[in-house]
């Protein structure tokens, strides 16, 4: 009998320092069931908190990788280890906010040779690629551009979204242009231009964003990348 290549139960790594009170950590799970249940699939989820993961071993089973927000995270080697195995393995991968900010560093770290990229919030020293925001987005919501022909413009179904934040850093400006030269893409902004989304071009699924998309679940809203996230695994 042919065996289907796609599987209807996915596991799910969700990594990152759950907190109850983290209104992203409350919308995650909403966001993967209602995906899950439109697609028609099981979808079984692991919090692994980032002081829990030593090595690529750790993510070994896993159909996707979530690095979901709560930053700075308890043990940031922990995402950086989840964020490269996904990339270097061809895993589904999504990073929102602190995610988002973590992938951009190990990009620049793994992939450009800057081993000194570092984060602004946690280091003063070396060349910071994530740095303060010119203006707070905690509780925001923004507009934000997609770029036509993406992964993500292609979820949404349309290139003009608006989106809700809470985070206080994002991408140095100088760091722009290199990260365009680049696989990983610049693939949303906001309406000062400012960097908001990126996704690899060489991966099947590696989306990242600065906004908190899944939060659109609390409001009983579907929550496209996180459906494509599920049907990328899926396969």
Known sequence: METSPLTSTLRIALVGDYNSATVAHQAIPLAIDDAAAVLELTADYDWLATKDIKSPEDLVGYDAIWVVPGSPYENEDGAFIAIRYARENAIPFLGTCGGFQHAVIEYARNVLGWRDANHGET???GRLVITPLS????EQ???VELRPHTLIARAYGREE??????????VAPEFVEALNADALKVTGWDNDGDVRAVELTTHPFFVATLFQHERGALEGRPVPLVREFLR???R
């Open 123 to 125: 280091a003063q020293d």
């Open 135 to 138: 203006c707070s987005l905690v």
């Open 141 to 143: 919501t923004g507009e």
């Open 161 to 170: 979204i608006a989106e809700a934040y809470r985070c206080n850093f994002g």
């Open 232 to 234: 990328a695994a899926r």
